[in-house]
């Protein structure tokens, strides 16, 4: 099955030691049936295949004068893009505002500025959504345990 091979490379792409990893579900339903994801996990990585409008919608905010690394592998942006490119294929780019329930998100790491710049596009774009964000500090929490 391609859907469960795509979720077993996902989750070993974040075995990586400097990469980020989120658990994200939802349930929204849309003019043509519903959206559903009871979880799964992303990770960071700069995604494929989110050309066009998708892409367009939920770009990241370029880089700050103190930090030169392009934000566009983040976890954050790869859950929005997995949403918003199913919710476009069902709704239409212009009638977002039909899509109608709740996106849960947990990062491992504290949200960067771009994440949450993201995130608040992810919201314009998705008036009627209940968008949720738990995060915590996965580095802070190994360096308290070795300590």
Known sequence: CDV???RWQ???ACDEAESSAAFASWH???PIGVLH???RVFCGGIPAGFEGVVQRM???QAPCLVRQR???DGCEQRIMLHFARAAIERCGSDRLDLCVGFVRLYLTHWPSLSGLALLAKFVRHFPALRVELHYDDALEASRSSEG
């Open 4 to 6: 469960g091979q795509e």
């Open 10 to 12: 996902s989750n070993m």
């Open 28 to 30: 929204v339903q849309v």
């Open 37 to 39: 994801e009871p979880g």
């Open 58 to 60: 939920l770009q990241p």
């Open 70 to 72: 392009p934000r566009d």
